[in-house]
């Protein structure tokens, strides 16, 4: 780590150099004879500390105190001078300065008062990054992991975030695309405006347009008065276009212009309406493959692929598994009012086996589920979903649906206590314990015959 810095204003040439000597072993030492040069040194470089003597030429120690301060409030100043008054002093402390030494003084007294000095910058650069950091955790809401492909996605959203370009975000379903949308608009210049989300899929093929760009009264059948679409109401802020690939070939032309002219038409309307809005579109589709095909615009891909955000799937990043369980155990033990707290070791491993096909969005209804299912502060196996529960199982617990339901029931417990068996290495004692059963029970369900 880089050493502190000191910076020494005295217009005597020897007590600088007695300065130097005496603090060159612990800190970098810079020094000047006036107040001039003494913040020409503090714009120029990072200091840390400034001894600063009340007696200089042209600009005396309380003035170049005060501007010292202007420059940079976190500076820690020490004033030093021959002879003490008390109106000096408090005119010092009310400008900032963090001490005042009376020479003559002895060398420990001065490394002490500079520890205390740099150890409250310290404490206060701390603050500063923890609240910078707490601020950029409410950014981006529910995004949770410390996997490198996620740093790399905290990175970009940061870089981006600043400016207005348009922003692609790509990944499987499930994977948080809207929360990264969200992150981008809130971290950005715009957050104060209205963050407007759209899923084409999810709107009638006929009503897409109308959803959008909105449609004056008597447009269409059912059109009783004027509606604004999306882009008019998220004027000034951001709309987030979910599953983008879904959109017609009519609507990616309409939509094309809209991002070339910063303007849209309303349905059934006579003139453009001028619009401001940032727009952040997301797939879970190859883009790029439907171009090929044709059935994506070239033209509109790389108007919209100006800057790319690739969000990984869960099954790439495993190790964030237990971040994300104990986040959303959290929060869903606070919004359900129950005590729950803590998972079994058992439901732990089994989830961190599966291999979340649903991604994000199916681990946090897994452990909805499991905090409304729990029956105590611990979430136990049998409060998971038989498809997380027995991943290796699935495909055959599946074909058991043909049989009479007596016999789908039993094999259904004969494979949730072999999985459990094989987690705990055969010990029945155990398996017994984590289902609540009697160990005969065990030896019963194991000791039925396997299902064809």
């Not at 007590?15 to 913040?39: C, I, K, Q």
């Not at 963090?98 to 420990?108: A, I, N, R, V």
């Not at 529910?142 to 790509?170: D, F, S």
């Not at 084409?200 to 109308?210: F, K, Y």
Request: charged share 30%; hydrophobic share 45%; aromatic share 4%.
């Amino acid at each position: 780590m880089a050493r502190p810095v000191v910076l020494v204003v005295d217009d005597d040439a020897g007590v600088r150099e007695s300065f130097r000597l005496t603090l060159e072993d612990h800190y970098d030492v810079v020094d000047v004879p006036d107040g001039l040069r003494a913040l020409d040194a503090v714009r120029a470089s990072q200091v840390d500390l400034v001894l600063l003597d009340i007696r200089l030429p042209e600009m005396d120690g309380i003035e170049v105190l005060e501007r010292i301060k202007a420059i940079d409030e976190g500076v820690e100043v020490v004033l030093v001078t021959a002879v003490r008054t008390v109106r000096t002093a408090v005119a010092a402390m009310k400008l900032g300065a963090f001490d005042y030494l009376t020479k003559p003084f002895e060398e420990d007294e001065l490394l002490a008062v500079i520890a205390r000095a740099l150890e409250k910058r310290a404490l206060e650069r701390e603050v500063t990054f923890l609240r910078g950091e707490l601020a950029r955790a409410r950014d981006f809401d529910e995004i949770v992991g410390h996997h490198p492909a996620m740093q790399k996605v905290y990175r970009l959203v940061a870089q981006v975030a600043r400016t207005t370009t348009t922003v692609l975000i790509t990944g499987e379903s499930g994977t948080g695309k809207e929360l990264v949308a969200r992150a981008i608009h809130r971290q950005g210049p715009r957050r104060d405006k209205p963050f407007v989300a759209v899923n084409p899929a999810a709107v009638a093929e006929s009503l897409i347009e109308s959803e959008l760009f909105g449609h004056e009264r008597g447009a269409f059948t059912g059109a009783n008065q004027r509606k604004l679409g999306r882009f008019e109401l998220a004027q000034g802020g951001t709309l987030f276009l979910d599953e983008i690939a879904t959109l017609k070939g009519e609507l990616q032309v309409k939509l094309l212009r809209v991002l070339q002219e910063r303007e849209i038409e309303r349905v059934g309307g006579t003139h453009p309406i001028k619009i401001d809005v940032r727009v952040v579109a997301a797939t879970n589709a190859d883009l790029k493959d439907a171009v090929a095909r044709g059935a994506f615009r070239e033209d509109l891909y790389y108007r919209l692929n100006v800057v790319s955000i690739d969000v990984p799937p869960l099954a790439q990043r495993a190790d964030d598994i237990p971040l994300l369980v104990e986040h959303f155990v959290h929060r869903y033990s606070r919004e359900c009012n129950k005590p729950v707290d803590e998972l079994s070791p058992e439901v732990l491993t089994a989830l961190r086996e599966y291999e979340w096909p649903g991604n994000v969005r199916e681990l946090q209804n897994v452990i909805e589920r499991a905090v409304v299912l729990a029956e105590g502060p611990v979430i136990q196996l049998s409060d998971l979903p038989l498809d997380v529960l027995l991943p290796k199982h699935r495909e055959k617990v599946r074909t058991a649906d043909h049989l009479p339901l007596k016999n789908a029931t039993e094999e259904f417990e004969r494979q949730i206590v072999l999985r459990v068996l094989e987690r705990v290495g055969g010990n029945q004692s155990e398996a017994a314990r984590i289902l609540g059963l009697h160990r005969n029970t065990i030896n019963r369900i194991v000791g039925r015959s396997k299902t064809s």
